[in-house]
Structure formats: structure tokens, C-alpha cells
């Protein structure tokens, strides 16, 4: 279904983002996995992608810096031609309530969630449009759409996400390039760990479990194939009917 296509996918080397990789991989597209961490931390990931028969490549970058992201991509660009499909989903947390919430955890999850994906869009951008092709997706929250106590940061950044998605959807339509967001709630990842066990919250999902991390790659791999070409502009849940 992507074979010849080029996939960037920034926090890949595991939870959602490997997820995401290896089922697009799976389905044929050579992966580049965009991550803060070093070479043998992303050597298991790369060797898990490698091995469903396709073309993988780790590139080590802060998406915060926006520098490093030019570079980042720049070198992308140099190896592969670019990137035909474009998953930001690099993310962290650093939850307290507004009173205690420093302004460096408010910036510092701002920075990575939201600017992260911009930098890398903006980078890509260009080429994209002389191709008129792509399908970028990105990696919002059901947070960012009805807020959670003790996010203010976070929720704030996966709103601006969806505002962003909006945006250059709106922009590259009319170069063939998609423009969409996903919307997890609770997955089971390392980010929610904490959360798992909460048999009180586990009642709030209709669907009574959390999600798992091909759950949300499943709903990818449809955004980054031809069978979602009139498709764009969109957040579309994976909550397990959470946000009803």
C-alpha cells in the first residue's frame, strides 16, 4: 500500500511512534524515526523496522530546537528525497495544577509538542509542494479538546495542534497534501503508567479498557494511504468513546 513512499515519524523509537512506524513499514514505506535519544537507545527500533523488509533510518534530534530540526531535515531530505508522510508525534508531560506549574514546564512542553511539529512541517513544506503530494499527520489529544486538571500545559499544546492542523490544511490543499490529526485518549504506553490501574477511569471509557498503541497506529496507517486522499483538516478520536 506505501511502498516507494518515505515516512518521518519524530518520537519513534517507542509507544505510539514505534507503533506507527513498524505498521507503516509494514505496509511498505522505508521509515526514518526522528528522536531525542542516542543511536543504541534507537538501535532496537530500527532493527524491529529493518526487519519487516524495509529501509530504516534513525536521526537524533531535539524537535525543540528548531536548529536541529532544520539540520535534521535538511539531512532527510538529502537521503531520501524527503519525506512523502509525516507523523509528529514526539510529546512529553509535565503535569501539576496552574498554581504550581512553573512557566519552564509550560514552555518546555509547548516547546516539543507543538513547536516540535511545526518546525518539522515548515521544513518539509517546500518539498511537498513541488512534489503535490504528502500526508502529514498529527499526533493531538482528546485534551487538547475538552482540557484535563492538571495539564494546562499539555492540553494547550495538543489544542494548538489541532489549530495547526487546521491551518496548513487549509494551506496545501491545493498541493495535494493532507493535513490531519489524531486525537488518542488513554493509551497504554509509558506516559500513562501511572493511569492503569485506576479502575475509576477505566469506568469514564465507554469501551471500558484503554487503548493500545496499534489502535492508534491502525488509524494512521489509513491517514497516510491513498484511502484517505479527500480527507484533510480533520481530528478524528481514538478514545474509546471517552469524548462522546
Do not use: H, W
Not at 74 to 90: E, P, Q, R
Not at 139 to 153: D, T, W
Request: with cysteine; aromatic share 6%; charged share 20%.
Amino acid at each position: 500500500m506505501l511502498k516507494g513512499k518515505t515516512a518521518v515519524i519524530t518520537g519513534g523509537t517507542q509507544g505510539i511512534g514505534l507503533a506507527i512506524a513498524k505498521k507503516l513499514a509494514g505496509n511498505g514505506a522505508d521509515i526514518c524515526i526522528v528522536d531525542i535519544c542516542d543511536a543504541a537507545k534507537a538501535a532496537p527500533a530500527v532493527e524491529e523496522i529493518t526487519a519487516l523488509g524495509v529501509n530504516a533510518k534513525f536521526y537524533q534530534c531535539n524537535v525543540a530546537d528548531a536548529a536541529q530540526v532544520a539540520e535534521t531535515c535538511k539531512a532527510i531530505i538529502a537521503d531520501c528525497g524527503g519525506a512523502d508522510i509525516l507523523v509528529n508525534n514526539a510529546g512529553i508531560t509535565r503535569d501539576n495544577l496552574v498554581l504550581k506549574m512553573t512557566e519552564a514546564d509550560f514552555d518546555a512542553v509547548v516547546d516539543v509538542n507543538l513547536k516540535g511539529a511545526f518546525y518539522m512541517i515548515k521544513n518539509f513544506y517546500r518539498t511537498m509542494m513541488k512534489k503535490r503530494y504528502g500526508k502529514i499527520i498529527n499526533i493531538s489529544s482528546v485534551s487538547g479538546l475538552f482540557g484535563n486538571a492538571g495539564q494546562a500545559n499539555y492540553s494547550s499544546s495538543k489544542a494548538g495542534i489541532i489549530g495547526l492542523t487546521k491551518s496548513v490544511a487549509k494551506e496545501l490543499a491545493s498541493r495535494g497534501v493532507n493535513v490531519n490529526a489524531i486525537a488518542p485518549g488513554f493509551i497504554a504506553t509509558s506516559m500513562t503508567t501511572a493511569f492503569q490501574e485506576n479502575e475509576d477511569l477505566k469506568k469514564s471509557i465507554p469501551l471500558g479498557r484503554f487503548g493500545q498503541p496499534e489502535d492508534i497506529a491502525n488509524l494512521a496507517l489509513f491517514l497516510a494511504s491513498p484511502m484517505s486522499d479527500y480527507i484533510t483538516g480533520e481530528v478524528i478520536r481514538a478514545d474509546g468513546g471517552m469524548a462522546m
